[in-house]
C-alpha cells in the first residue's frame, strides 16, 4: 500500500513564509477546568490547516497547564525539577494530541520532543526540523527546552530563532495587548504596537521577562491576537484582523 503524496510547497499570499504558533494548554481545554476538550483541539487545528494550506512554514508550542503546571506544583510544596519536568511532559501529550488532530485532516505533522522519547516522538535536531519545515510538515516542539527553569514561553522563542521564524504568533482569550486587563475594565485600552521595553517595564504579561529579552535581542516580533476568533489565525496572515504587534 502506498501512502499519500505529501503536498507540494504552494506560494504564499502572506509576507510571512515561516512562524512559530504558541497557544497554552489552558487552551486546548474549552470550557472545562482540566485536560483536553477534543472540540477545541480540532478547532484550532483547523485553523492551523488553514494557514498551511497558503503555502506558511508553521512550527507550534504548546503549552501544558491544562494537564500540569510546573511552578503550581512546586508552590504546592513539590521539588521544583521533578514539577518542571512533569509539566514537559504534560506539554508532549498536548503535542500528539495536536499532531492526531491535524493528520485526521491530512495535515503532515511531526512532533519534536527536547527530552527523549523515541517510541512516540522525534528528538530535537535543528537540521532536521528545518528540513521538515521546508517540506511544509508543520513541527510542533515539545517538552520545553528540556530544562527546569524555563517556561514554554521561551522555548517558543527560543525555536522561534533557531528555525528561522519571522513571527511569532501567539494565541490568547484576547485580541492583542491591553494596558489592563480588559475583562476586569471596561476602559482598558488596546495597543495596535508596543515595544518588547514597555512590555518588560509595564509587565504587560504578553510573555515571561526572559521570552521577551530573547525576542528583542533577536528582532523577533510578537503577534498577540484571540485564538478564540474563528478564522484568526489566518486573517492575521492575510493581512487582515485585530491584533497587536510587539517589535522594538
Same mark, same amino acid.
Given at each position: 500500500m502506498t501512502s499519500s503524496p505529501e503536498p507540494k510547497p504552494q506560494p504564499t499570499g502572506t509576507k510571512y513564509k515561516r512562524v512559530l504558533l504558541k497557544i497554552s %494548554? +489552558?487552551? #486546548? $481545554? %474549552?470550557?472545562? =477546568?482540566?485536560g483536553l476538550h477534543p472540540p477545541t483541539v480540532q478547532r484550532i487545528a483547523n485553523e492551523v490547516k488553514s494557514v498551511? +494550506? $497558503? %503555502?506558511?512554514e508553521i512550527c507550534m508550542v504548546i503549552g501544558g497547564g491544562n494537564i500540569f503546571r510546573g511552578l503550581a506544583g512546586s508552590a504546592q510544596g513539590m521539588e521544583r525539577t521533578t514539577a518542571d519536568y512533569m509539566g514537559m511532559l504534560a506539554t508532549v501529550m498536548n503535542a500528539l494530541a495536536m499532531q492526531s488532530a491535524l +493528520? %485526521? #485532516?491530512g495535515v503532515f505533522t511531526r512532533v519534536i520532543s527536547a527530552i527523549r522519547m523515541d517510541e512516540v516522538a522525534e528528538p530535537y535536531i535543528r537540521r532536521r526540523a528545518v528540513r521538515h519545515l521546508e517540506k511544509k510538515r508543520v513541527c510542533i516542539f515539545a517538552a520545553g527546552t528540556g530544562n527546569p527553569y524555563f517556561t514554554t514561553d521561551t522555548a517558543a522563542t527560543l525555536r522561534a530563532n533557531e528555525m528561522a521564524c519571522e513571527a511569532i504568533f501567539k494565541g490568547t482569550k484576547v485580541d492583542g495587548v491591553y494596558d489592563k486587563d480588559p475583562v476586569k475594565f471596561d476602559d482598558a485600552k488596546r495597543y495596535d504596537t508596543v515595544s518588547y521595553d514597555d512590555v518588560l517595564a509595564k509587565r504587560l =504579561?504578553? $510573555?515571561d521577562a526572559s521570552a521577551i529579552a530573547l525576542a528583542r535581542d533577536n528582532m523577533l516580533p510578537i503577534i498577540v491576537f484571540s485564538l478564540d476568533e474563528p478564522g484568526g489565525f489566518r486573517g492575521i496572515l492575510a493581512g487582515e484582523g485585530t491584533y497587536t504587534t510587539v517589535q522594538g
Open positions: %494548554g +489552558e487552551a #486546548l $481545554m %474549552g470550557d472545562q =477546568g482540566f498551511s +494550506e $497558503m %503555502g506558511v +493528520e %485526521g #485532516l =504579561g504578553v $510573555m
